[in-house]
């Protein structure tokens, strides 16, 4: 069983969500009327314990990392595009960079499993654990130690930037060939057959998707997971990236700082870090709703109603910081909206 150190993970602000609700009924519209922005407002007040939280500190933390599955011709692109990407991020070229710098949240890239080398820089955190994982066909795409070693970087990634003043987060990933991790760990967990959770990826025809489908059996069957012990899972069958996301999740709670969801790799390691420690449900916010179809399983398992349904399937965490304006936008309707009273507008009778 895991060994990894779980931090402490407090349940949400009573206090602070039974104030939100009360204010919410009392501002200047019909009750429940701002619908899924009226919840929202309140889960955020639970997570941070007040009302008005400052989250103008906003960050995307992309872990990327290579997969060994992917010389299995599980991806429509080579291997070299995730550390090709990695540049791309860190030049500001990537559809990431442009909604960060729309909605005002830093982009920290974390290169903890990409093959080969990359270039020193201000934006890059060099935490490399392996030079990717090993083919899961072959047997276990990790070691467990690798894997603990993973979800600890992500403690430590999102315990600095939770001491640098970041209160807002959101999870993005790069690697080719995570999405057949994702599948594989979201049909483990959930129970649910390989073919009913897997999707095209980076954009896989028919006979690829067909191809990827009898991988993602095989290497279950190669594996053996014990789906009683969620580590053993994830080292069986996932990435480093995603074990990454793992650790910035439980972190995260712990600091009690809102957690937006990507699409299915992000879910994954969602899903990863729920079986761990249950207690970290409440922080996690789910951003979009991906085309991927194990997304939809995986957030039914969690019993999670995404924000956004755009039809994104593009990961780096682009549909978790679309979102970041709805959170924004909860927190300031609930605080700066005028009451019946201020407003002088008469309540319902």
């Given amino acids: 069983m895991n060994m990894i150190p779980i931090p402490v993970i407090s349940p949400l602000n009573e206090t602070a969500m039974q104030a939100a609700r009360q204010r919410q009924d009392q501002l200047t519209k019909p009750r429940g009327s701002l619908g ?7 889960q955020i007040a639970g997570i941070t314990g007040c009302l008005n939280p400052d989250l103008s500190q906003k960050a995307v933390i992309v872990m990327a990392a290579d997969h ?3 010389a299995s011709g599980v991806s429509a692109y080579p ?3 995730t550390r090709q990407m990695v540049n791309n991020f860190l030049n500001g070229g990537a559809a990431i960079n442009v909604l960060s710098r729309q909605a005002g949240a830093q982009v920290v890239v974390v290169d903890i499993g990409v093959s080969g080398d990359l270039p020193q820089h201000e934006g890059l955190l060099p935490c490399k654990i ?3 994982t090993r083919n899961i066909l072959q047997g276990p795409a990790m070691t467990h130690e690798q894997a603990e070693r993973a979800i600890q970087t992500g403690m430590r990634v999102m315990e600095d930037l939770a001491n640098k003043g970041v209160r807002l987060v959101a999870t993005g990933e790069m690697g080719i060939g995570n999405t057949t991790a994702s599948a594989a760990l979201i049909s483990v967990f959930t129970g649910k057959q390989p073919a009913s959770v897997t999707g095209r990826g980076t954009g896989l025809d028919d006979n690829g998707l067909r191809r990827k489908i009898e991988v993602i059996e095989q290497a279950i069957q190669v594996n053996q997971p014990d789906n009683a012990d969620p580590l053993d ?3 069986k069958l996932g990435g480093l990236e995603i074990a990454g996301l793992v ?3 439980l972190q995260a709670a712990a600091r009690r700082v809102p957690v937006v969801l990507d699409g299915v790799i992000a879910g ?3 899903l990863t870090a729920c079986k761990l420690a249950p207690q970290v449900k409440p922080y996690l916010i789910a951003g979009h709703q991906s085309v991927e179809p194990g997304h939809a399983v995986l957030m039914e398992s969690l019993d999670m109603e995404p924000l956004l349904g755009l039809d994104l399937r593009l990961g780096e965490g ?3 910081v679309l979102a970041f304006h709805l959170m924004e936008a909860a927190v300031k309707t609930l605080n700066e909206m005028a009451t019946f009273a201020e407003a002088g507008v008469s309540e319902e009778v």
Avoid: F, R
Wanted: charged share 10%; aromatic share 0%; proline share 4%.
């Fill in 79 to 81: 291997p070299d595009v």
């Fill in 36 to 42: 899924k922005l009226e919840q929202l407002s309140i």
């Fill in 318 to 320: 682009t549909g978790a």
């Fill in 68 to 70: 060994g599955v992917a």
């Fill in 268 to 270: 994954a390691a969602a």
């Fill in 247 to 249: 650790g910035v999740m």
């Fill in 233 to 235: 899972v994830l080292a």
């Fill in 130 to 132: 392996a030079a990717g």
